[in-house]
């Protein structure tokens, strides 16, 4: 509505193309002169390369974050009957691929931090639980370790979605590589993101791996035989390429968000009973793939920042839990407030590595000025 009179954005794609703009021409180059645009060496390369990087055993490159989720449970035997918990309050795929799984998504609600509330999981426990699924949200890890110690003694896998979180950490340990699977996306605009839709997951598991890798092409164990139910979800030899280009500016990227989050914290902590600011404990390492505030008074902050030329963006306006396409399971209003509520009072701000100094200090001055 307001896109066009932006003179502060979400972020700026361009800008971080400009600034790798010759690693990522010939990368691109070499693919197209190579002959070999889906999987191959590109796509192995990337996968050790990202399985090194979280201090996992194994990476598998598909064409998305939703089907990395998807082929995850998959592999995992989630099927008919099963459950799956996953937070009420996070993007629409990870209660749509349960779904496609014919297993049923049970809605748990979050804490404080938004990220899924360990007690919650706890009494929502069932015989027929098979997975719990830890979105490490906004790039704030979940308490994984706690999950875990709760989860496989009962034998329920537990999968983390790092699609908002790559390079987070957790005592001192990636996100990723806690669980049975971690699953990432790397939408283009995510701390490490492709120029398209693309998507990786990463485990320990050599078994695991091996049926995953089978299904993202169509199951196929010899060449035009296939001997199970798989799909096409390979990865692109170009995005791949793109992505081994970036993944090694990351963790200074991840660094100089960390550095505008800083910034936002203290341009805004006198200001804490109109609005609360990300919390961050000591043993985690946040990467602000969002950096969330929350007012009560969120709707008339956001038309005052448009008018100001301020984007700012609403990470999730609707929780799962209230959508139509889950009515059928029979959830209502008010079952999940703390997920109900964030989705009622949150607003992302502008954030990302390149972001000028003097633009985050004009966001901080506006919402000032509209607290004042
Ligand atoms: C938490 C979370 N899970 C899954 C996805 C899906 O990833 P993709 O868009 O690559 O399918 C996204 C984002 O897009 C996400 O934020």
Redesign the pocket.
Known sequence: MHKQKYTIRMLDLVAEYGSIKEEIDSAIERVIASGRYILGSEVADFERELADYIGASEGVGVA????A?MLALQALGVGEGDEVMVPAL??I??AEVVAWLSAKPVFVDVGEDMNIDIAAVESALTERTRAVVA?HFNGLPADVNRLQEILSPRGVHLLE?C??ALGATLDGKKVGAFGAVGCF???PAKNLGAYG?A?AVTTDDADLTEEIRLIRSHYQRSRYQAHGLGYNSRLDAMQAAVLRVKLPHLNDWNAKRRAVAHLYDEGLADLADKLTLPQVPSHKEHVYYQYAITTTRRDELKDYLAEKGVESQIHYPFPLHTMPAYSHLGYGEGQFPTAERFCREVLSLPLYPLIPEEDVERVISAIRDFFK
């Open positions: 998305s974050g939703t089907d989720l996070t993007y795929s990870n979105v979605d699609a908002q996306s790397f939408f839709d998507g």
